[in-house]
């Protein structure tokens, strides 16, 4: 079965331009959950959803903003990019809530803002 | 404030010896603590969940232990190869639904 999938692997964008990142979960796995990297630093939550709604938010601006799709699958997208976005933006999913179980990453987006 | 601390912040070691990794946390309420291995520009994975009533749990040549009165975990690596050299992550769920609080966490490498 494959594991969490993103696209794309890499991408650059200039200052005031929008993103849109794709994740598609592991095969029956209902949650999914983003995560920003900034080079050098552990990651930071975003956002998770399951069952198509938002069930958690970090401490992210409403540039960011996200959804999930019936067939589980998720899309981040950052509005009005700074230089500070760029990261690697990682996708995570679980089987139902991630409480207790195995989250699985995906190999992650890598954004470079110019 | 809920905070993730792991030391040291980077490691290096001699191929076939062993190392001990520490993490700190301050989350309340606690339910579980995860340790993940990040290869450099790839997406951690998984190497142990550890539940407050698990003391210690091993895969492989990890051994994870967890402290849950001192709260303190560590990941300890036994006979060290060459494709261990990766970031060691300490993850402890926060407060909040979905909200996984990492550590930044522990840059180990492994040389001949």
């Known amino acids: 079965d494959a594991g969490v999938t993103q696209s794309p692997t890499h991408l650059i964008k200039t200052r005031g331009q929008h993103v849109t990142l794709r994740c598609s979960p592991i095969?029956?796995?209902?949650?999914v959950s983003w995560y920003q990297q900034v080079l050098g630093q552990g990651p930071q939550f975003i956002f998770q959803y399951y069952e198509k709604e938002e069930r958690g938010r970090g401490n992210f601006p409403d540039r960011f903003s996200a959804r999930q799709f019936p067939n589980y699958s998720s899309e981040l997208n950052v509005n009005a990019l700074l230089l500070g976005d760029s990261a690697l933006y990682l996708c995570?999913?679980?089987?139902?809530?991630?409480?207790?179980?195995?989250?699985?990453f995906g190999e992650g987006s890598w954004l470079t803002v110019v | 404030k809920n905070q993730v601390e792991q030391s040291p912040q980077s490691l290096i070691i001699l191929e076939g010896k062993n190392c001990t990794l520490q993490c700190n946390y301050t989350v309340s309420p606690f339910s579980n603590l995860r340790w993940y291995k990040q290869d450099t520009g790839r997406g951690p994975v998984s190497l142990t969940i550890?539940?407050?009533?698990?003391n210690t749990k091993s895969n492989g040549r990890y051994t994870a232990t967890l402290d849950a009165d001192t709260k303190q975990s560590s990941l300890h690596i036994t006979a060290s190869q060459l494709s261990d050299s990766a970031s060691y992550i300490c993850?402890?769920?926060?407060?909040?639904?979905?909200?996984?609080?990492f550590g930044k966490g522990t840059k180990l490498s492994v040389k001949p």
């Open positions: 550890m539940t407050f009533s698990e």
């Open positions: 993850v402890v769920p926060g407060g909040s639904q979905g909200n996984l609080i």
């Open positions: 095969s029956g796995h209902k949650s």
């Open positions: 995570a999913s679980s089987p139902r809530a991630w409480e207790g179980n195995t989250i699985y």
